[in-house]
């Protein structure tokens, strides 16, 4: 199995764009999927970004999701930063039946 | 609109077998194109998938618990269920249900449920 590596934390000003790494250990990126999450404090995990780059319906325009090959990782930006996206990102793909998911990232606006 | 609640004690002792259940409502749990899951979160920590199971009663498991760890489903109450043996404090966690889809996306999420391993 392959690991999803996050930095362990992030931060950025209102109205910024920061984005989010996360870094597969072995094997293509580009071969499986990769979803995001937003975990806000004291709340359950939510779909931000599926299938690399799709954004659920009802989710802000301001998050987008993309891969690259060359560095093999995936990657979400948030633009035009809003204090209510302080929170934990996680990334998760899979390896056959094996759901993984990358340690989280700490989203810190100020 | 689709809910998922979990059930089931929140303290167990080591050694014993934590049981939680996933009540599902607002959508049918044979509905083809899903499946139904555990997932994991120790205090302060990351999230760490457990387990899936498809209404057929196909089951798939994280190796790292394949061992002490049976999913199963009930249509007829449209729930699905957890139970992990020999539990220790690292087992200790927030334990979520959550409806997957066939790309392996987890799109719905119960609240989770703290489960405490202590004697």
């Known amino acids: 199995n392959f690991m999803l590596t996050q930095p362990h934390s992030v931060s950025e000003s209102p109205g910024k764009t920061v984005t989010i790494s996360c870094t597969r250990s072995?094997?293509?990126?580009?071969?499986?999927?990769v979803h995001w999450y937003q975990q806000r404090p004291s709340s359950s995990p939510s779909i931000v970004i599926y299938e690399d780059n799709q954004r659920p319906s009802g989710v802000s325009d301001r998050f987008s999701g993309s891969i690259d090959s060359s560095s093999n990782s995936a990657s979400l930006t948030i633009s035009g930063l809003k204090t209510e996206d302080e929170a934990d990102y996680f990334c998760q793909s899979y390896d056959n039946t094996n759901m993984i998911f990358g340690g989280g990232t700490k989203l810190t606006v100020l | 609109q689709l809910q998922l609640q979990e059930s089931g004690p929140g303290l167990v002792k080591p050694s014993e077998t934590l049981s939680l259940t996933c009540t599902v409502s607002?959508?049918?749990?044979?509905?083809?194109?899903?499946?139904w899951g555990w997932i994991r979160q120790p205090p302060g920590k990351g999230l760490e998938w457990i387990a899936s199971v498809f209404y057929s009663g196909n089951t798939y498991y994280n190796p790292s618990l394949k061992s002490r760890v049976t999913i199963s489903v009930d249509t007829s109450n449209n729930q699905f269920s957890l139970r992990l043996s020999s539990v220790t404090a690292a087992d200790t966690a927030v334990y979520y249900c959550?409806?997957?889809?066939?790309?392996?996306?987890?799109?719905?999420w119960g609240q989770g449920t703290l489960v405490t391993v202590s004697s």
């Open positions: 607002g959508d049918s749990i044979i509905r083809s194109s899903y499946y």
């Open positions: 959550a409806r997957r889809t066939d790309t392996n996306t987890f799109d719905s």
């Open positions: 072995s094997g293509s990126i580009a071969s499986n999927y």
